[in-house]
């Protein structure tokens, strides 16, 4: 339908790229489009308003994802402008407000491997769970403790919002802090770490290596260039090893999905 209504606006490789940069999150749509088509931004957010099922409001992405709180600046292009909404995933719900909070419903995949992956009572620290999508989802699949940490004041709400939501209040306690300052407090507590913050995971290697017992497994996630997927997963083994600073064994590294031009996110599973 989307393509029909569009059809006499976009050629055929425009449309292709239009279909890849649409993330839908509950009831909104969320788009990139490049600078040549800025001027028919009404036209595709009207058509996607009224051809995609159950969508509401459509916003552009304006800026990238930055901050430290990982948000984008969001315009809404058409529908109303009311950037909280509810997404589902893996039989949970999540409340969330797309302007304030990073939220991507690209990690799919990776939640869910990270939920089959957990052991039943491991204890678990989300160094930057945001509104709690990885940490609710395991703790709906496992019976864990998951300490969920985040550093912006909104994500943390929707997170203590989102664990009452899901029932899962006794296995999830979402904590507002700088990951730094949390992981002294917590101490040496965790069978498993998760370090969803690509970007800058890397100087938090040893904040991740003190949260662990004497053994336990450290999921880390970060940005490659490299010149193709063969290339970043073996860049990435060269990064874990010039970070580590205690033995441990990768059991697995695998590209998470695309994020620009000869750029991969990937995430390594580190046995220490
Ligand atoms: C890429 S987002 C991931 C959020 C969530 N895990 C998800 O997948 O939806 C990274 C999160 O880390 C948080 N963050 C950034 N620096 C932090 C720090 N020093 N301590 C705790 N949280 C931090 C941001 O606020 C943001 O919510």
Do not use: W
């Not at 209504?5 to 993330?23: C, T, W």
């Not at 709690?132 to 709906?140: E, L, P, R």
């Not at 003190?210 to 997927?229: V, W």
């Not at 990435?236 to 000869?262: A, F, H, L, Q």
């Amino acid at each position: 339908m989307l393509r029909k209504a569009l059809k006499h606006i976009l050629n055929e490789d425009e449309l292709k790229r239009l279909y890849s940069a649409i993330d839908i999150v509950g009831e909104i749509a969320i788009i990139k489009i490049s600078n040549e088509l800025l001027d028919k931004k009404q036209i595709i957010g009207n058509a996607i308003l009224n051809n995609v099922k159950h969508i509401r409001s459509v916003y552009l992405q304006t800026s990238a994802v930055k901050g430290v709180y990982r948000i984008r600046e969001l315009e809404c292009i058409a529908g109303i402008d009311n950037p909280i909404t509810i997404y589902k995933e893996h039989g949970c719900r999540f409340l969330l407000d797309v302007k304030r909070v990073y939220f991507s419903p690209r990690l799919s995949t990776e939640r869910a491997r990270l939920a089959s992956l957990a052991n039943e009572g491991d204890v678990i620290v989300n160094m930057f769970a945001g509104i709690g999508t990885f940490s609710i989802i395991i703790a709906k699949k496992k019976t864990c403790k998951i300490y969920s940490i985040d550093i912006n004041p909104d994500a943390h709400r929707y997170a203590i919002e989102n664990v009452r939501l899901n029932k899962v209040e006794d296995r999830v306690i979402p904590i507002l802090a700088d990951a730094h300052d949390a992981v002294r407090v917590l101490g040496s507590i965790a069978d498993r770490v998760i370090m969803p913050l690509p970007e800058y995971s890397k100087e938090f290697i040893d904040d991740a290596i003190l949260l662990l017992k004497e053994h336990g497994t450290i999921h880390y996630f970060t940005h490659i260039h490299a010149n193709n997927r063969e290339d970043a997963i073996n860049t990435c083994y060269r990064e874990i090893d010039n970070i580590m600073t205690r033995d441990y064994k990768i059991s697995g590294i695998r590209v998470v999905r695309d994020v620009g031009p000869r750029l991969y996110q990937l995430v390594a599973d580190i046995n220490v």
